[in-house]
């Protein structure tokens, strides 16, 4: 792959995580009932980021679990025959919560509905929102962000690679070519 362009570094991440926070504190009156969910990989660090803003802007602890999609993807066996599954951890109740989803990249829809039927095995929530730092359209289902970091019109051609410092060893969005 060839690398494009550099759409976001890691003070422009930083930035866009704090608008959402404040996003998230504004739609939902405040931080009560709130829990927020990572989708594995890169969705989970970027939660813990936004539990810390909240934390930081409001003084509220929001729970922050790990939910891995693997198994509810429509596409799985396009992926592989032996798919790796991460492990889910829901160490709280998720009824009658406001829960937020966090990815990394909002591209098809299919990853976000995956994890809509994961979290409706885990109890029935209040309502469902999700943040995500970047939003490259190609929408399949009519699915949409309600907490976006970068809007990024893309072509089917590239690649929207986001770098977290805890998997990455960087921290940065990446526009990729595929050659």
């Given at each position: 792959?060839?690398?494009?362009?550099?759409?976001?570094?890691?003070?422009?991440?930083?930035?866009?995580?704090?608008?959402?926070?404040?996003?998230?504190?504004?739609?939902?009156?405040?931080?009560?009932?709130?829990?927020?969910?990572?989708?594995?990989?890169?969705?989970?660090?970027?939660?813990?980021?936004?539990?810390?803003?909240?934390?930081?802007i409001e003084g509220i602890e929001v729970p922050v679990g790990a939910l891995d999609?693997?198994?509810?993807?429509?596409?799985?066996?396009?992926?592989?025959?032996?798919?790796?599954?991460?492990?889910?951890?829901?160490?709280?109740?998720?009824?009658?919560?406001?829960?937020?989803?966090?990815?990394?990249?909002?591209?098809?829809?299919?990853?976000?509905?995956?994890?809509?039927?994961?979290?409706?095995?885990?109890?029935?929530?209040?309502?469902?929102?999700?943040?995500?730092?970047?939003?490259?359209?190609?929408?399949?289902?009519?699915?949409?962000?309600?907490?976006?970091?970068?809007?990024?019109?893309?072509?089917?051609?590239?690649?929207?690679?986001?770098?977290?410092?805890?998997?990455?060893?960087?921290?940065c969005v990446n526009l990729q070519e595929i050659q």
């Amino acid at each position: 792959m060839k690398l494009k362009a550099t759409l976001m570094n890691e003070k422009d991440i930083d930035r866009a995580l704090r608008r959402i926070s404040h996003q998230i504190i504004e739609r939902n009156n405040g931080g009560e009932d709130l829990i927020l969910l990572g989708i594995k990989t890169r969705g989970l660090p970027l939660a813990e980021i936004i539990a810390r803003n909240l934390k930081a802007i409001e003084g509220i602890e929001v729970p922050v679990g790990a939910l891995d999609i693997t198994l509810y993807r429509d596409d799985l066996s396009e992926i592989s025959d032996l798919p790796l599954v991460r492990k889910t951890s829901l160490p709280f109740e998720i009824t009658d919560k406001n829960v937020i989803l966090v990815d990394d990249v909002l591209y098809t829809g299919r990853t976000a509905r995956a994890a809509l039927d994961a979290v409706s095995e885990h109890g029935r929530a209040k309502s469902i929102q999700l943040a995500v730092l970047v939003d490259r359209g190609h929408r399949e289902l009519p699915i949409r962000a309600d907490y976006v970091g970068k809007n990024v019109p893309t072509s089917k051609s590239e690649i929207v690679a986001v770098k977290i410092r805890s998997i990455d060893d960087d921290t940065c969005v990446n526009l990729q070519e595929i050659q």
